[in-house]
């Protein structure tokens, strides 16, 4: 599994910074503490969004 900060994530899905940070508080976006940072899978997040990008075309993805 490949693990990334929220920066990686806000750049390769093109989202803000504030909204990755939005998703992980409510839970909505995977995140885990590792040695005192908060890390995001990013293989299982790129998976969920083109799942929900291929279901859900006009929708919300997260």
Known sequence: ???GT???VSEKFAIPL???YYYAK???LPSKHIAGRT???LDVI???FNKSV???ANT???
């Open 1 to 3: 599994m490949t693990w």
């Open 6 to 8: 929220a920066k990686q």
């Open 18 to 20: 504030s909204t990755v």
């Open 26 to 28: 409510t839970g909505d």
């Open 39 to 41: 890390k995001y899978p």
């Open 46 to 48: 790129d998976k969920d």
């Open 54 to 56: 291929k279901d859900n």
């Open 60 to 62: 919300k993805v997260w």
